[in-house]
């Protein structure tokens, strides 16, 4: 089944201490999308791929990099969490077209400790 | 810029149908509106998604108003799995490959028996 893939599901991290998930898609999907989710919060986008082209939301911090180096791949980097970026973190994937809907991964749930 | 406004929470009993009102004020021309379902430790699930008048499925039907001011996430005879969080989001596209998400801040709809 073409699906959307986090790895890993959980993942423990140090205050400071770099970190990266990881998002695979089957779907060969052109938009590739990393939300950070807190509890009880709706999804927040932090940036977009629309194929190679890398779209930051204003208020996402500088703490927060990504990198998609195919179609099928997207990667976030936290390069120093801090205890406020615990959270679960949702990739999507959507196609090119205006009605195209999103596609989501189960979430990777982040602790710093 | 549209911003969308949902009920916090709802209650429902197994069998009833459930309505769920989004307000989107600014809504342009080109946005469209998707409803998104979300289980606890899950990504949210796509369930329906309008332009205007009225979209059916085989889960859920989308009622759009000719000013498109707002948009009802119909549920019928909902069942205890039905119990989740059900978000509403506008899309937008801006120029180029540019999207902005404004996506509401979720309404819990607890299904009793």
């Known amino acids: 089944d073409a699906m959307v893939i986090q790895n890993p599901r959980y993942q423990v991290t140090q205050f400071g201490k770099p970190v990266t998930l990881s998002c695979s898609q089957t779907l060969n999907h052109n938009v590739m999308y990393w939300y950070q989710q807190k509890s009880s919060q709706a999804p927040k986008l932090l940036f977009h791929?629309?194929?190679?082209?890398?779209?930051n939301e204003a208020d996402t911090p500088d703490n927060f990099q990504s990198r998609r180096p195919n179609t099928s791949f997207c990667f976030l980097d936290i390069r120093s969490p801090g205890l406020g970026d615990a959270a679960m973190y949702l990739c999507?994937?959507?196609?090119?077209?205006?009605?195209?809907?999103?596609?989501f991964g189960p979430g990777t749930r982040l602790t710093v400790l | 810029l549209a911003k969308t406004t949902q009920p916090i929470s709802m209650d429902s009993y197994e069998g009833q149908e459930v309505n769920i009102t989004c307000s989107h004020n600014?809504?342009?021309?080109?946005?469209?509106i998707t409803w998104y379902q979300q289980f606890p430790s899950q990504g949210p699930r796509f369930i329906i998604q309008g332009y205007k008048t009225k979209v059916t499925n085989e889960v859920a039907s989308l009622f759009i108003p000719a000013d498109r001011k707002s948009s009802t996430l119909s549920l019928p005879r909902v069942s205890l799995s039905d119990t989740a969080v059900y978000y509403c989001?506008?899309?937008?596209f801006g120029a180029g490959n540019n999207r902005k998400l404004i996506w509401g801040l979720g309404t819990s709809l607890a299904v009793n028996p």
């Open positions: 989001l506008v899309v937008i």
């Open positions: 600014n809504i342009a021309t080109n946005d469209y």
């Open positions: 999507a994937t959507s196609g090119k077209g205006e009605t195209d809907t999103q596609y």
């Open positions: 791929y629309y194929d190679k082209d890398f779209n």
